[in-house]
């Protein structure tokens, strides 16, 4: 690949695993023992129990000052535990309205979290109304993510507002707390300045602008990647919007967009060789409905589905005979790993499997995600199972098992099956009129359209 990933996570890659922090214990409506696993649960049952318990990273873990949602469960580098994610947040969000919905916790209960964390985000560092990728969750300063990377994010700023503003959606009462949450949302969310991020009207949109070091990062954002998103959100945007051909001249232009070839004898339109990691389907998707999404350059239920199969054929071939790989353990992804961070990859492989890849891609291939999701469980849960349901990952050919959690891959686990059970977050986010009209305005068909 000309670029490993278009993930700023790579970061980590520099950074060692260290031991766990001191956690954060808060009082929640549910209790659960860690150590006990339920036996022969129906599908439905076990689904409920996953969300349920990954919840707790967003609930139980959250910034007991600010409710943002921390980095990981343990501390990474040396920034200690007072590290908040941008992106993660936006998951937490969407995560937070799955467990309304479902009554695990109060609607009441929700809307106040959720006001008491847009409160704190409209005093926090932002920049032409885009935020950091860390934050101090006591203070809202920016926390930099390296040396020039201390001013915004926009991608972790996008997916932020996939999921406040699926929160404004759902949360529509006519009470004073539903009231304020929907209006500082619109506040924040019309402040955004999509165009200044086109770096002086180039036909791109830039990742990173610090008010210290201005363009140094220089990332020009470029498909097929995790990253969609962004760019729909930014021709959404009412006040500061971008033009079409930012989408079409910018995202779609590169040497690693289109594709069209097989692999596996499973045909890839967009991306990379082998689709990259699971996450390319994942985080763009989480509000985004990819069922009958099509624009000029490719089907993305097709897309997303095809990517998802290429990633499990990959691992029940297993080229490179790493122990455990088969059709009940597969889903390469970003995630920890024995030796730090890395973005695995049917070409990026060593034997490292991300419970979030598989089980994020539960509308995509629910039955293989089912049969993933019980060998898991059942099989390694003694391993793999914890207070904040799985952990990031396992290596078996190292006998390794990770005691971490990241915000960005509990989410997914959250949502994705959310949206297989009940579409909610896809209809919240779809029910956008903003959204509506950038999908338009990039020449998007979809069943929301209509």
Known sequence: MKRLLMVSYLFFLLLPIVPKAQKNKKL????????????????????????????????????????????????AYNYGNEVVTTGGTGFGVMSVIVATERKWITRDTAAKFLLKMVNFLLKSDSYHGVFPHWLNGATGKTIPFSRKDDGADLVETSYLFQGLLCARQYFNDDNRTERELRNRIGWMWNDIEWNWFTKNGEEVLYWHWSPNNGWAMNFPVRGFNECLIMYVLAASGERYPVSSAVYHRGWAESNFFNNGKEFYGIKLPLGFDYGGPLLFSHYSFLGLDPRGLKDRYADYWEQNKNHTLINREHCIRNPKKFKGYGENCWGLTASDTYNGYNAHSPTNDWGTISPTAALSAFPYTPQYSMQALKHFYSDLGDK??????????????????????????????????????????????????????????????SPWLK
């Open 28 to 75: 929640v409506p549910f209790a659960f023992d860690a150590a006990m696993r339920p036996k022969n649960l129906s599908d439905s049952a076990l689904l409920d129990l996953v969300q349920k318990q990954t919840f707790r990273y967003f609930w139980d873990f959250a910034h007991p000052v600010s409710n943002l949602s921390r980095e990981r469960s343990n501390v």
């Open 384 to 445: 793999v199972w914890s207070e904040y349901g799985f952990v990031d990952a396992f290596n078996e050919t190292q006998n390794w098992y990770a005691e971490s959690h990241l915000a960005i891959d509990q989410g997914p686990i959250i949502v994705m099956i959310e949206n297989y059970r009940s579409g909610l977050l896809w209809k919240l986010f779809m029910s956008c009129p903003e959204i509506k009209n950038g999908l338009k305005k990039l020449v998007f068909e």
